[in-house]
């Protein structure tokens, strides 16, 4: 699929080869709703930068065609803290470093959580008991920036009406 966006790649956004990588992501469209702003859970970063077996070449795929849909991407400082936990753990920095470098030249919004949208995860979980507090303050996030999917591969977050949830192991089904 054209340049490889996993396993550590400064480059964020693919390369064209004379056009086959866009028409190849063009062409698969049709298993992924389409969408114009798009917030990306934490599992989407790990899959894809740590080139995961599975969901490794789904994360890439869903990234590269928000880059052609020219779609806006939103994500939260959380998905930061709870992406830079295992590097630190491993001892591998240079690994959050490229997570951040990725959200800069991707061109993320990176969502603050103030008091309205923690006002609005206390209200999901009230509607949602079985919400985790930081699944809770995701979605708020995504459901305060408007956007019009949320992209995980958390099956229990497709119990939440109030946004569309996509999941990553959905892709290329």
Same mark, same amino acid.
């Given at each position: ?29 049709? =298993? ?24 490794? !070449? ?9 880059? =052609? ?12 803290? !709870? ?36 006002? !609005? ?53």
């Amino acid at each position: 699929m054209g340049q490889n966006l996993r396993s550590g790649n400064s480059g964020v956004l693919p390369k064209d080869s004379g056009g086959r990588m866009l028409k190849n992501i063009l062409t698969s469209c049709a =298993v992924m709703k389409d969408f114009k702003s798009a917030f990306v859970d934490t599992a989407v970063f790990i899959y894809l930068l740590e080139d995961h077996p599975d969901f490794g !070449e789904k994360a890439e795929f869903f990234f590269q065609y928000a880059s =052609v849909k020219k779609a806006q991407l939103f994500t939260t400082v959380l998905s930061y803290l !709870e992406f830079c936990i295992k590097p630190y753990q491993e001892n591998r920095e240079s690994l959050a470093a490229i997570f951040l470098d990725f959200l800069h030249e991707a061109n993320f919004t990176t969502g603050i959580i103030d008091l309205s949208i923690c006002d !609005e995860a206390a209200r999901l979980r009230a509607q949602y008991p079985a919400l985790k507090s930081v699944d809770a303050l995701q979605l708020a996030s995504a459901i305060k920036c408007e956007c019009e999917v949320f992209m995980t591969n958390d099956r229990r977050l497709r119990q939440v009406n109030e946004i569309e949830v996509l999941l990553v192991e959905d892709l290329g089904k």
